[in-house]
DNA sequence: CATTTTCTCCATCTAAAGATTTAGATAAAA
DNA sequence: TTTTATCTAAATCTTTAGATGGAGAAAATG
């Protein structure tokens, strides 16, 4: 194949998985090719961070339905390391949400075990070179989960969650608590909304009461993770 | 081909791109497909959106560099519409942060002008079958940016290049930060780090020289917008 | 029309925040 | 050993912030 020409070295791989039989498959399989060299297996996510942290491998194959650690919070443990090893998650499971969130913590590649054996080295290659390798079908389903996310991400924090106690803001109040929000202070509310201190300080006297705060920082706090976003611009042309 | 007997009618195709010789090179594209009909072009994205409220086709072949609202925003608008539209970018330009942000808003398909035809034709089938069209290359491009931002926390993705004063802290420094990212006030802090509120307002003090704020609730926001998380809990048991 | 909200403003007061200077104790680094 | 950085603390002082009560005017609501 063309790829053997791309590498000095044979590329060292770690395979984790719980189930003895099913790293050594893989094992088997990776260890026919040329490029690609298993050093280790391990059997739970424990042992996986340590041997990484060891022999810092060029690929990590990882299965994640593990007992102990799950295999989507070792990924993301791993890449805390900050090494230029590269994990693939190799599993039965194709859900949407295991996908996504295993992209999201750095994963490379994800192959389904039920795959021929071909894509398996595909990705090796595809990831080994510095790319992404998703299969169009788990890509699809990435992206069904992703889009939906972003979609209700505001809308579930608005609504979903408890009350939103802002809604019970006047427009003069939202006003006022934008510009808390960019770092005001009192005196600079009043410059910019033409009014006296005092008149801000009612305002924001009677956001405190309907956000059920006593602090300016903990209004502002309580905006932001609400996701609060000012209705009209305040800012003077 | 095998997709012709998928489907009892022509799928109502829109083309949107500001240069009319490119919309229709891709209308005639296009109609060169059985399965595929090229209802209207559109030429900005206020013509686009209305076209789509009253033809709503099938799909919808977009260039996101327009005058006026950019393609992103017009993507994100008719999504609004709940349509069963989708959306296919088609464009020049490969930004790794162009794809993100098409694909967040609701994007299920881009391809680049540059690439070949048969390209083309290959997204509107995926696409027109519910799936998403993301050719590899992409696909990794959009994967190298989506990681990128998950690791950090959302922030500091344009502004990167700008120096983050929060580096200059001390330890004790995040701390108190990170209580102040709480809603605490200085009495607050001065109890759970068992230290006097003196201190606090020392450390407070170099806080805002390091940060070059003024206040609490700017040193509060400059943080959160740097994406600040404590290093250390400091929770008591 | 009467009522209620909203927005405006004032006075007064207490509490908290913030600025500034000085300084002792440690521990690491030079 | 001297220097430097960090954490701690105090005194003093000025400035904001926040609480409370009242009140007038405009606008929306019933």
Known sequence: MRRTIDFKRKQKVIVVDDKYEHASGVRELVNLENDYEVIANAGNANVAISLIKKYQPDLVLMDINMPEMDGINAIAEIQKLNLKTRIIVLTAYDDADLIYRAMKVGACGYVLKTMVSAQLIKALDEVSMGRIYLP??????????FQEF???????MEDDNEENLLHYLTNREEEVLSLLLEGSTYKDVARELFISETTVKTHVNNIFQKLQVKEKTQAVLYAINKGFKPKKKVGVA
Do not use: D
């Open 150 to 156: 972003e979609r209700n991400g505001q809308k579930a």
């Open 136 to 145: 169009n079908v788990l890509c699809s389903k990435f992206f069904e989960y």
